[in-house]
């Protein structure tokens, strides 16, 4: 049942096991599923090579690839309720959206922010009613 994974996993992301623990591999498997099952009829990750993208509907992951601020277009939230996207830079590189429809990781209203201008960041936002909600990140 989705909603009890959501509560379990988002209790234990503050203390994971340590990679020495034998609980380490089955709780980073199980971390892998909560989020690749819902998104398992979506396609694979796209790369962004330019300053401007929008986000498909066959889009599963982005990776930012561009040297610059890239600014995302992504669905009006509350079309896609429940959708989940993961986005990373492999470049120093910001990403931000088109429209203030971003609530931080720390909650608060919509702005831009996405990832910050550093190789290896990574978000995972999931749409709300109003808002794309950073649900995890780095």
């Known amino acids: 049942n989705l909603p009890a994974l959501v509560v379990f996993f988002m209790a234990n992301l503050s203390q994971p096991p340590k990679k020495d623990d034998p609980r380490f591999d089955d709780w980073m498997a199980n971390l892998w599923n909560f989020i690749r099952v ?15 993208d929008t986000l498909l509907t066959t889009d599963y992951g982005l990776i930012a690839n561009f040297a610059g601020t890239v600014t995302l277009t992504l669905p009006t939230s509350s079309t ?34 996405i990832l910050a201008a550093t190789a290896g960041k990574f978000a995972f ?4 009613l109003t808002l794309w909600h950073v649900m995890m990140a780095n």
């Not at 989940?84 to 209203?109: M, P, Q, Y």
């Not at 936002?125 to 709300?128: C, R």
């Open 38 to 52: 819902p998104l398992s009829n979506q396609k694979d990750y796209r790369v962004i090579v330019a300053a401007t």
């Open 80 to 113: 896609c309720v429940g959708r989940r996207i993961i986005i990373k830079t492999i470049t120093a590189n910001t990403v931000v959206s088109a429209n203030s429809d971003v609530s931080a990781l720390a909650g608060g209203a919509g702005g831009t922010a």
């Open 125 to 128: 936002l999931e749409a709300g």
